[in-house]
């Protein structure tokens, strides 16, 4: 009888733990960061968000997905979205807006680092607009130091998943896939306007040394224009006391996040707060997330 008594009792306990875990985005670890919301289960492959809204953000997937960037709220729910016209989702791999409200979507992802050209769709601000579609301007380039496509293995500076606007500029963080690793990073700009361009080529940095971990996924820039972040699968990096165009230059703070899901977003939500996301893979990720910089 006691055994059967601490059988239930047991039983009971366990459902308890396992209903607090689902509630708890599954008991996943999240390291320095705190859950805000799970993303909806038809954005797994979120890879840019941006937010205007206090309480929502606008979302893209990459590479295989809709033509299309959708608002969802902090409680996880699709509010809005709208397809995108005169746009094609070869890999669109960030998000950035400029001062007035501008959306950029980053159609730049280039795994073997065989695109010539790459596309940067500059959008009307989605908060005033209607109805279901929306309209795009096309910025195009190219990075003129690249000579093959793809380029030898010690070369594979050209994937890109990064980049944040500034003025009256967009500026471009590559992604490294070098073999080996060299942990090297580019930064190139161009100008926010319709056209097509070769990239500038204005600095270069050593991120650091681990490919799993150090390969730069997002950016974005504070609105006070004090701090860039840079996001990694595991690490952040803060900039300060930098000038642009070559912010490398500037004060850099690597921060270990403590959590190695695949985190493919990151941008501000005030000076001092981030937003992050990553990708769902098997029971981990699929989340929006927040770090309170001031706590670091």
């Not at 500029?169 to 490294?176: A, D, R, V």
Request: aromatic share 12%.
């Amino acid at each position: 009888m006691k055994t059967l008594m601490r059988f239930h009792f047991n039983s009971h306990i366990l459902l308890i733990i396992y209903s607090f875990c689902l509630f708890q985005a599954s008991c996943q670890n999240s390291g320095k960061l705190n859950i805000v919301a799970d993303l909806p289960s038809n954005l797994e492959e979120n890879s840019g968000i941006q937010m205007y809204s206090d309480n929502a953000i606008w979302v893209i997937e990459d590479n295989g997905n809709k033509d299309e960037i959708y608002k969802v709220n902090f409680n996880g729910k699709i509010t809005k979205k709208f397809e995108v016209k005169n746009a094609k989702n070869k890999d669109w791999e960030d998000l950035a807006k400029d001062a007035i409200g501008n959306l950029y979507i980053g159609d730049f992802g280039n795994n073997s680092n065989d695109r010539k050209s790459m596309t940067i769709y500059k959008l009307p601000n989605p908060e005033k607009e209607k109805g279901e579609k929306i309209e795009a301007e096309k910025i195009e380039f190219t990075y003129p130091e690249q000579k093959k496509f793809p380029p030898k293995k010690s070369s594979l500076y050209y994937d890109t998943e990064a980049f944040f606007h500034w003025q009256n500029s967009l500026y471009i963080i590559t992604k490294n896939r070098t073999r080996p690793y060299d942990g090297k990073a580019l930064i190139y700009k161009v100008p926010d306007k319709k056209g097509n361009y070769k990239a500038e080529l204005v600095g270069e940095f050593i991120v650091c040394d681990n490919q799993k971990i150090c390969s730069i996924t997002s950016a974005d820039i504070s609105s006070d224009g004090k701090t860039i972040a840079l996001l990694s699968y595991g690490y952040l990096w803060l900039i300060t006391d930098f000038e642009l165009d070559d912010f490398s230059k500037g004060k850099k703070q690597q921060i270990d996040l403590d959590v190695r899901t695949q985190l493919e977003s990151v941008c501000f939500k005030n000076d001092s707060t981030l937003l992050v996301s990553d990708e769902k893979t098997g029971p981990n990720g699929g989340n929006l997330y927040t770090l309170d910089l001031s706590k670091l």
